[in-house]
């Protein structure tokens, strides 16, 4: 009788941490449902290096070519540099606008030539500091249901752009996998606007680094070759094998120094 009371009440413990554990994966599942695409990227922002991107300098280099990026909370200046002999073409974009200088020469340029420019410099930019500037207002974030990338699982998030304050570019659409342990940005894919119709483009980060706080990473640039594939499949698509590796994305001598804002 004893060894049976015994039994039932080590059944009973059993069940109640059944139980418990279950209310705790529960509770897990539903933390990680509530959370917003806004939610995530605020997350993979603070992991790559928060508010620390809002006071920055920049320096790399990019095939050949030199960028650098001051930011001050609300005002910014993105510089692209090439050095051609004796000449030095600057494109700078700001708050102000897009402007170029040959030497220290300003050189006027038709608007269509101007606005080809600045998305050149802005998208160079732009994918050097992801996720950063994911949350700006013309920015619209839905999110997808979570996809399986080389047996790791993914938030995926589908961003669109505003016509207005959303750039040159703002018909581009970008889908980006976010790491929901690390938070990290590991692939995103995009598609943008050509003359014969709409291309695609998919990109795995790899050789992720740290740089005063700031992540920085590099990636290989695929291509579908089949047109049927839609944006948001290119990540099955990948996972396939079924994509062709284009190019390497690579920033190198990446120099950071955080800013003094009261300066």
Known sequence: M????????????????????????????????????????????????????????????????????????????????????????????????????????????????????????????????????LNDDAVHKTLLENEKIKDKDYYKIKVTFDAVGGGEDFEDIFIYWIDIKTFKVDYLAYSYNEIDGVGMRFREAYNERYINSLRFVDYSNYKSEDTSIALENLGKAFEDNQLKLLSKIELENVEVKLVDINL
């Open 2 to 133: 004893k060894n049976y009371v015994l039994f039932l009440a080590l059944i009973l413990v059993f069940s109640c941490k059944n139980e418990k554990s279950n209310e705790i994966k529960n509770d897990v599942s539903t933390i990680e449902k509530s959370l917003t695409a806004t939610d995530i990227i605020n997350k993979s922002i603070e992991v790559s290096g928060g508010e620390n991107f809002k006071r920055s300098s920049l320096k790399f280099e990019f095939r050949d070519t030199y960028y650098q990026a001051l930011r001050k909370y609300n005002e910014f200046l993105l510089v692209r540099l090439n050095v051609d002999g004796n000449d030095s073409i600057f494109d700078m974009l700001s708050n102000v606008g897009f402007e170029r200088y040959n030497n220290e020469t300003f050189v006027k340029l038709e608007d269509s030539i101007a606005k080809k420019y600045e998305a050149s410099v802005n998208s160079v930019h732009y994918f050097s500091v992801l996720p950063y500037g």
